[in-house]
């Protein structure tokens, strides 16, 4: 299915919610759920809603991670919109796995995912930016090295990979427990490579293996813009996507969902917390701008999708 046709798919699910019903699709710097108006109840065929079963060693594991004096009082202010020790668990991440983590940026997931993977012997892979593509991405990468690969008493011997329009794939294939990505979907549309994406982490899974995928939500009564430049992503797009590429959607959930987000701010998702935009890049506010107001919605209402490799 090419880019213009996946386009086509989601406006046409979009229209179908909005006139009958359906379900909605929706870092910083770049941010992730369907608002209420948005949502549906699933059919009886769809994968449901589910919320995570974990064992109590896996949470007392997880408890001691996000405790953790590597992570900030600003890491852990964000857990309640970030909902870490619910997504991985709903995303079956478990201590022995080997896992990818694609464009970890500053690495507030790769904090949790390192000391979690490295408790059980398992493998953090992390897919970053090309440092080739520019000084900014260069950079960018060598602080990720400084601040995790260089620690590995704190993280574990991580794997550092590119992940780009021009790599190579993204890990070895078929070698990978589960692909994780947060927040970065609106940013492979607005590079057109979100295809590409889907299919490398797909390539890069073992059989049965899950992607778990985190995106900021557009309601399914807006059109989507084919590069996502507000930020925000019908979910029955992402689902498309991820479809073509071959994985079966198993289950949904609301763990990272933000009622109060109604994804139409000035500066699209970056008008929240955490980045808080007030200008646009030559410096002007909006007459009557409240930051305030955007303050008060917290983070973006997020997707929380799980997809399976068939085995």
């Known amino acids: 299915m090419t880019h213009y046709k996946l386009l086509l798919a989601g406006v046409a699910f979009g229209l179908l919610a909005a006139c009958g019903g359906g379900e909605a699709g929706d870092t910083t710097a770049g941010a992730e759920t369907a608002t209420p108006d948005a949502e549906a109840p699933v059919s009886d065929t769809s994968p449901v809603s589910a919320e995570p079963e974990t064992a109590p060693e896996a949470t007392t594991a997880m408890q001691d991670i996000l405790a953790g004096d590597w992570r900030t009082d600003e890491d852990r202010a964000r857990d309640t919109f970030r909902n870490p020790e619910e997504t991985l668990a709903f995303f079956e991440v478990e201590p022995g796995d080997t896992v990818v983590e694609i464009w970890p940026g500053g690495g507030w997931y790769t904090k949790i995912l390192g000391p979690y993977l490295k408790s059980g012997g398992g493998t953090l892979i992390a897919a970053g930016f090309d440092p080739e593509r520019s000084e900014y991405t260069a950079r960018g990468m060598q602080r990720f090295r400084e601040n995790f690969v260089d620690q590995p008493d704190i993280y574990g011997e991580i794997e550092v990979t590119v992940f780009s329009a021009d790599s190579d794939g993204m890990a070895a294939p078929g070698t990978a427990d589960v692909v994780l990505t947060f927040r970065n979907v609106h940013n492979w549309m607005s590079g057109e490579y979100a295809e590409k994406a889907f299919s490398d982490a797909f390539a890069a899974l073992k059989p049965g293996g899950v992607l778990g995928v985190v995106e900021h939500r557009l309601p399914s ?77 917290g983070e973006s209402d997020r997707m929380t999708l799980k997809f399976r490799k068939p085995e």
């Open 221 to 297: 009564s807006e059109a989507q813009d084919p590069v996502a430049a507000s930020g925000y992503v019908h979910e029955d797009y992402v689902i498309a996507l991820a479809e073509e590429a071959g994985f079966v959607l198993e289950a949904r959930s609301e763990i990272n969902a933000n009622p109060a987000d109604t994804a139409d701010h000035p500066f699209g998702v970056w008008t929240l917390p955490p980045v808080s935009r007030t200008e646009d890049r030559d410096g002007n506010t909006p007459e009557g701008f409240d930051a305030a107001k955007y303050q008060a919605i």
